[in-house]
Every structure is written in C-alpha cells, then in structure tokens.
C-alpha cells in the first residue's frame, strides 16, 4: 500500500469508548489524534431503591449499549478497539456461562453490617474495601452460592468477548485488590469468601480478546475489533480531561469537590478517603470534600448564582476565613464528622458573601491537593477544571490564586473519550 493510502487509511481508524453509567450510556468514537470524531447516549432508568438497597438489572445496561451502538454514527470510519468504563464499585454475581444470578448491586448500596464487620476484622487499615459500601462486604452478603463475582465493566465487556472471569486493577480496587503487589491478598479469604469467585485481574488498557463473530456481524464491525480493559468512571473522566503527567491534576465543581492527581507514587490515607488507581506505573491519587456546589445553592438560585458571578472579580480578597458545609462534617482534607460550617459572619452584601463562599472552597481545594503531597503524592504542576463550576470566571480567578499553578483547559468532560485513550493504548497506539 501506497504510504499516502496508508495514511488516508489510519485518518479513518477510530476506538470505541463506552461510558456506563447510572443513568445512561455513552458511545464516543475517537480518532488517533484523540478527536471525537461521532458519539450517541442513551438513558437508562435509575437504580431501584429499597430498603437500603440499589439494585439495576444487567439486561438494561447491555440493552442500552446495544441501543448507543446502533445510534452511532460511523459513515466513513474503520472501528479497531473497544474499551468500557462503568460505576466504580458496582458489582454483581453470574454463573459460569455469564448469566446474571441477581440484580447488580450499585456502587452506592450499603452492605449488611454483619459483612462489613466479616471485612473490618482482617482487612488491613489501607484497602479500599474497608467502607460500609464495600463491594466485597456486598459479594459476602451473596452467601454461598457457586458464582463468579464481576465488576459493571467486566460484564459488558464479556458480552463483546464471551469471555467471563477478567477485571482491571481500577475496577478490582475497592473489592480488595492490591494494586501495589498487583494481586488479591490473602487476607480476603479470611472474610468468607471463596476467592476462586473473584476475577483475573489485568492492567487497565490491556488487549484481552476481539469480538465474538456474530456480534461482529450483527454490528457492522470488522472481524478483528479488539476488546480492551477499561477502568471506573472516576478514572476514565481524568483520562478525558487530557491530564497524562505526574503533577497534573483534575477538579471536579459539582455538588461536592472531587480531587484527582497524578502521581509518580501511590498515597492512601483510609481515613479520610484517599487512596490510589493504578494507571500503568502512575497513580491517581484522590479525595473529595463535602464543600462545593451544593452549599451554593443552599443559600442562592442557580439564576442568582449566575447574576451575582458576573458581578465578582478574584481580587482583592474578602478576608473572611468560610469553612462551607450544608451541615456539620467533613471527610477531606479535614476528617472530623463533626466540623461546624463556617458562614459568618455574613456580610450584607450578597455578592461579597458568594465570593467568600468560593474563597473558602478554594482554600479547601488547595488544602487537599498539599494534604496529598503531605502524603507524599507528585506536587500539583497544573489544574483541569470539570463541572458545573468550571465556567464559573471569579470562581476560576480566586482557585488560581489560592492553587498558584496554571489552568489548563480539559480536552473533553466525556469519560467515554477517556476511556477510549485505554482502547487505543491496548492495540499499540501511545496517546
């Protein structure tokens, strides 16, 4: 082949990255340059809450993506790989030939406290499964039943391989895995669980199958599409953000603050909720406040959050020392369940009590991200920026101040097209 047609052949090559979430699916097809080049969504009812429980059923997931799949728009583009994100933490039980046993049960699902005390007893202080939401106190609660235990993610990518039993390292971290020694310790085997349930476990972004022939033909694929280990959703958002060097960090604005930073080393801290996904021989280390954009609109409309930004400017600052909570506790940088808010005194202005709102958030932001070299992660180095208060100027003037790193602008807020940098990482492809 002509070098020119070789290369007009690879402009045409796209990765398939498939974000599960609560709520829907994402579909994105990202090129070589890690352009998204065509992307569908589709909804998905919510989890069924029920005496504690958050239950969805499997089928709806794998309907979903089917439904993402045939919305895609792929005129004119060669897919080569496939790699899927999911809820991190969201498990569920299959047999052998991969049918569900029950409902998934969600990320967010308290386990009995029985399975979670079976789990504090030997688990060391540093895991990841220590937590009433323990996917591995969860699978406990299962009984004895001959199953095999999967990850949201390694079910829907069973489905494209038929081939049952294989997680990540990031899907595998909160049911126990160590990512350190890369290997499920021996300690879980002293909760109960028969560990021959647990899945093979492999580096995120590792080639571990193609799909099956029939769904090949039944989607239009080539013959050779290749499946890829993907990682959590939390994970694959970074990836999207386009931050790939230790020291670089990610900010989610949402209802809460969520940190995320790259790092040479891993950190974990379990009692204030920071640990470490192995990215390759990185590590993305993480924390998350209860401040942020929920106590915003505690006291202001989104329309008054909106009227009284405008008027804000960083400088100079208020002098006012907020610490904002919509009610006593904090988990990090502070873990104390007990810390008051502190919203006074107020001023009467109101756009001089929202400024020192995002002063406060701000000094919290900079606070976790030094807690986490405290615990001696990478320096932050630069800041990405996703959520509702990304576009949010004061608020970004008053971060850069307290953060003194420069903004970078994220390469897309889509974990589907972070999840594809994984798919193509698996054939070959450095991005």
């Not at 299962?142 to 494209?160: C, M, Y």
């Not at 310790?185 to 080639?207: E, H, Q, Y």
């Not at 900079?366 to 509702?388: C, D, I, K, N, Q």
């Amino acid at each position: 082949m002509r070098t020119i047609d070789k290369i007009e052949a690879m402009s045409r090559e796209v990765v398939l990255g498939i974000d599960v979430g609560t709520s829907g699916v994402r579909v994105a097809a990202v090129d070589r340059a890690l352009q998204a080049r065509a992307m569908a969504a589709v909804p998905m009812p919510p989890p069924a809450q029920a005496d504690g429980r958050s239950r969805q059923a499997p089928a709806t997931w794998w309907a979903a993506t089917r439904e993402a799949l045939a919305r895609l728009d792929l005129s004119g583009l060669v897919v080569r790989a496939i790699a899927v994100d999911g809820t991190s933490g969201t498990i569920l039980p299959v047999a052998a030939d991969g049918t569900p046993l029950d409902d998934a049960s969600m990320y967010d699902e308290r386990a009995p406290g029985a399975a979670v005390e079976a789990v504090a007893a030997v688990a060391p202080d540093d895991t990841a499964a220590r937590s009433s939401a323990s996917p591995l106190a969860r699978a406990l609660a299962w009984g004895d039943r001959q199953a095999r235990l999967l990850h949201q993610a390694d079910w829907i990518a069973a489905q494209f391989t038929g081939r049952l039993g294989l997680t990540d390292e990031n899907n595998a971290l909160k049911t126990g895995y160590d990512p350190v020694r890369r290997a499920w310790p021996d300690w879980i085997a002293g909760t109960g669980l028969d560990m021959t349930r647990l899945p093979a476990v492999v580096p995120a972004g590792t080639a571990v199958g193609h799909v099956r022939a029939d769904l090949a033909t039944q989607l239009d694929f080539p013959d050779d599409v290749v499946i890829v280990t993907g990682t959590t959703d939390g994970c694959a958002a970074f990836l999207a953000s386009g931050a790939s060097v230790a020291g670089d960090g990610v900010t989610s604005l949402g209802t809460t603050l969520t940190l995320k930073l790259l790092s040479d080393r891993p950190v974990v801290d379990a009692s204030r909720g920071v640990y470490s996904h192995r990215l390759g021989d990185r590590w993305l280390a993480g924390g998350a406040s209860n401040s942020g954009g929920a106590v915003l609109l505690a006291h202001f409309t989104r329309e008054r959050l909106v009227e009284l930004s405008a008027l804000l400017a960083p400088d100079p600052p208020t002098g006012l020392d907020y610490y904002p909570l919509c009610r006593p506790g904090e988990r990090f940088p502070i873990n104390d369940a007990s810390l008051p808010p502190r919203l006074s005194p107020r001023p009467s202005d109101d756009a001089t009590f929202l400024k020192a709102m995002l002063e406060g958030m701000a000094a919290i932001e900079a606070r976790g991200y030094e807690a986490l070299a405290s615990l001696g992660s990478t320096p932050l180095r630069t800041m990405r920026t996703v959520g509702g208060g990304a576009g949010n100027a004061a608020w970004t003037g008053i971060r850069t101040r307290h953060l003194g790193v420069p903004m970078v602008a994220v390469d897309s807020e889509h974990a589907a097209v972070g999840v594809a940098r994984l798919a193509w990482q698996g054939i070959g492809h450095a991005c």
